[in-house]
C-alpha cells in the first residue's frame, strides 16, 4: 500500500469543488485525513477570484504514474480546463506532494499554502 499527500486549488465554485474532489477521491482510494483549507491570493493572473486550497492524505494499491494519471482523470471529471497560463481560474487542480513519506514537488519549498497543509498531514503518514 503506498501512501501520499494530494493538495488541490480551486476558485470555480471552490468550496463545491473542494468537497466533490474529495467525495471522488474517497470513493476509489482510501481518503485518511483532510488539511484546514486556506484561502489564497491567486499568483500571476490576479483578476480572479481568490483559491481555496488544502490537501488529502490517502493510502493507495497506485503506483505514483498511476496516481498522477488518475488523478488528472478525477481533473477532467470535474471540468478541469487546461490553458498554457498555468495561474488561470480553475475547477480543481490536484497535485502529488508527498509520495510515500518522500516530498516530492518543489511546491512544498515555494507555496507556503502547501507547506501548511502538507505539514498538517505529516505527523498522520505512517
Known amino acids: 500500500m503506498n501512501s501520499a499527500i494530494i493538495c488541490f486549488g480551486s476558485n470555480i465554485e471552490p468550496e463545491k469543488n473542494a468537497e466533490k474532489a474529495r467525495e471522488l477521491l474517497a470513493k476509489d482510494q482510501a481518503l485518511i485525513a483532510t488539511s484546514a483549507f486556506l484561502r489564497t491570493k491567486p499568483e500571476g493572473y490576479s483578476v480572479q477570484p481568490d483559491y481555496l486550497n488544502g490537501a488529502f492524505l490517502i493510502q493507495t494499491e497506485l503506483s505514483f504514474e498511476a496516481l498522477k494519471t488518475y488523478l488528472k482523470g478525477v481533473e477532467n471529471l470535474m471540468g478541469r480546463i487546461r490553458t ?42 505512517k
Do not use: C, Q, W
Request: charged residues 30%.
Open 84 to 125: 498554457t497560463d498555468k495561474h488561470a481560474p480553475r475547477t480543481i487542480d490536484l497535485d502529488i506532494v508527498v509520495y510515500n513519506g518522500k516530498i516530492i514537488s518543489d511546491d512544498y519549498l515555494i507555496y507556503y499554502f502547501v507547506k501548511k497543509s502538507v505539514d498538517e498531514l505529516l505527523p498522520l503518514l
